[in-house]
């Protein structure tokens, strides 16, 4: 059975070198567990045992270290001050043509549609979101139900 969990701990492991998404190094070390298990004389039932209870154990060790490396540190920028601030659509807003501007706060960006509708120049806008460089706005009026969607 010795054989076995270390082939189990190579084919883990391999699966594991193909992806970078840390997907089952927890059971490689599950099964170099079992597999000590097995040379110690261990039966059947406490090999699936310990693979089961070290995999568990790694995984929830290592939780904390990959949250604190793995999630994106935001950095708050000027632009975020724009969120809840009214602004004046000075070009016509359409996705489709791919046009549309915006002046809020004395800046002009360059603006689409939340919501996908045409926004007529001369509108007022709030600001929801940021892609890259453009700033995606909805109708002042609809402003509070659309910031939901995007927050």
Do not use: C, H
């Not at 391999?14 to 039966?43: D, H, K, M």
């Not at 601030?85 to 002046?103: C, F, H, Q, Y």
């Amino acid at each position: 059975m010795v054989i076995t969990w270390i082939i189990v701990a190579v084919i883990l492991a391999v699966v594991e070198a193909s992806t970078a998404a840390l997907v089952s190094v927890w059971f490689v070390l599950g099964a170099i567990a079992a597999a000590i298990a097995a040379a110690a004389g261990g039966q059947v039932w406490l090999q699936i045992a310990v693979f089961a209870v070290v995999s568990i154990a790694a995984m929830l060790a290592a939780k904390p270290l990959i949250k604190k490396y793995v999630t994106s540190r935001r950095k708050p920028t000027n632009a975020d001050r724009l969120f809840g601030m009214t602004g004046l659509v000075t070009e016509e807003i359409d996705n489709i043509a791919n046009r549309g501007t915006v002046s809020v706060s004395g800046q002009v960006w360059t603006a689409r549609s939340g919501t996908g509708e045409n926004i007529a120049e001369g509108e007022k806008v709030r600001p929801v979101s940021i892609d890259g460089v453009k700033l995606i706005v909805v109708r002042a009026e609809n402003a509070e139900q659309s910031e939901l969607l995007y927050r």
